[in-house]
């Protein structure tokens, strides 16, 4: 009985943090990607030439994603001590990738982390030729931070669902019910309206701004 109750209080405590972990990483994925949008306007406003104002909103955005990456390897840490409190075979010492891999969770955590790593780098701006149009490498990045980064969006919601707890996960079980990503968003959307008009007018506005972004090309500052 003693076990069980320490078992559970661990599961619970690494849930916890798990979700405290994540929610850091998601702010500073959405600050970045603010940011982003800011030095993509102020670069255009120079007429791509980069200046103190656009550099210093890039080492921002870099500042905010090593934030973001370093949230997102403790959240795989607690990932993993979440299964382990859970009865899963988990072997304690065993390298961070393994483990990862063990659980199930590498590429969760990896593509997280490559999303992050999409990030206009200070001092380096070059020109890409798309369908004969010619567009800043900045402008490039920002249109993919903003369209990649709305996965934490997602994540964030269900993460934080209470249907997504870790005491729900043996009933979901004897019920033959995976709590996986899709099940808990759709059950979320269903039930919440807010969150649906929410999730609307966030994808409506950011696909609208990036449809601005291809719509000005570098060498044709004055048409849109």
């Known amino acids: 009985a003693d076990d069980v109750v320490r078992q559970r209080f661990l599961a619970r405590r690494a849930g916890a943090n798990l979700r405290w972990w994540f929610n850091l990483a998601t702010f500073a994925a959405i600050g970045g990607a603010m940011c982003g949008i800011a030095q993509s306007e102020r670069l255009w406003v120079s007429r791509g030439v980069s ?52 659980c199930e969770l590498y590429g969760e ?17 070059f020109a890409i030729n798309v369908w004969d149009a ?19 969006i997602a994540k964030f ?14 009933y979901a079980r004897g019920c033959n019910v995976a ?11 269903r039930e919440s309206l807010p969150h649906v008009v929410g999730i609307w007018m966030l994808l409506a506005c950011t696909m609208a701004y990036c449809i601005t972004l291809a719509e000005r090309p570098q060498d044709g500052w004055q048409t849109l």
């Open 134 to 152: 010619t567009y800043s490498s900045d402008a490039c990045a920002v249109l993919l931070m903003l369209l990649l980064r709305l996965a934490f």
């Open 179 to 189: 709590l996986s990503w899709r099940f808990v968003l759709v059950v979320r959307l």
């Open 51 to 102: 200046d103190e104002s656009s550099e210093g909103l890039k080492w921002i955005i870099l500042l905010s994603s090593m934030i973001g990456v370093a949230a997102m390897i403790e959240y795989g840490t607690w990932s993993i001590k979440l299964r382990r409190a859970q009865g899963d075979f988990v072997p304690e010492g065993e390298r961070y990738y393994l483990s990862l891999l063990r």
């Open 157 to 170: 919601l269900v993460i934080n669902n209470p249907l997504y707890s870790p005491r729900n996960q043996p």
């Open 109 to 125: 955590v990896a593509s997280f982390i490559f999303i992050l790593c999409l990030i206009p780098l200070p001092s380096i701006n």
